[in-house]
Nanobody
Framework: QVQLVESGGGLVQAGGSLRLSCAASGLTFSRYSMGWFRQAPGKEREFVAVISASGMSAYSAVSVKGRFTVSRDNAKNTVYLQMNSLKPEDTAVYYC?????????????????WGQGTQVTVSS
């Protein structure tokens, strides 16, 4: 049974930082691309960042570029999202997702496996 478990969310002031983690089990982690997505209240889920299975390729949404960095540790079956210079508009539930194809891992609702999400709240 595949499980993706996000952690690291919380309440932070604007300008602060958080690091989200997503621990995977039940799959061969090094063969899966991993995506991060977020959904704010009343809004559609949106893409945040994606990283390839090897970690050699990664890209992020324009709205977070230069502030958020995605990385992974295949030895720990974990993907991370380092979030710096947080803004109130970054407030959302953040989800990680896994798919064997890089393209699908970057598509909202396209990935095969999803975590339950972790809340990030940025106060002004």
């Amino acid at each position: 049974q595949v499980q993706l478990v996000e952690s690291g969310g919380g309440l932070v002031q604007a300008g602060g930082s958080l690091r989200l983690s997503c621990a995977a089990s039940g799959l061969t982690f090094s063969r899966y691309s991993m995506g991060w997505f977020r959904q704010a209240p009343g809004k559609e889920r949106e893409f945040v960042a994606v990283i390839s299975a090897s970690g050699m390729s990664a890209y992020s949404a324009v709205s977070v570029k230069g502030r958020f960095t995605v990385s992974r540790d295949n030895a720990k079956n974990t993907v991370y999202l380092q979030m710096n210079s947080l803004k109130p508009e970054d407030t959302a539930v953040y989800y990680c997702a896994a798919d064997s194809q890089f393209r699908r891992a970057a598509q909202t609702y396209g990935a095969e496996y999803w975590g339950q999400g972790t809340q990030v709240t940025v106060s002004s």
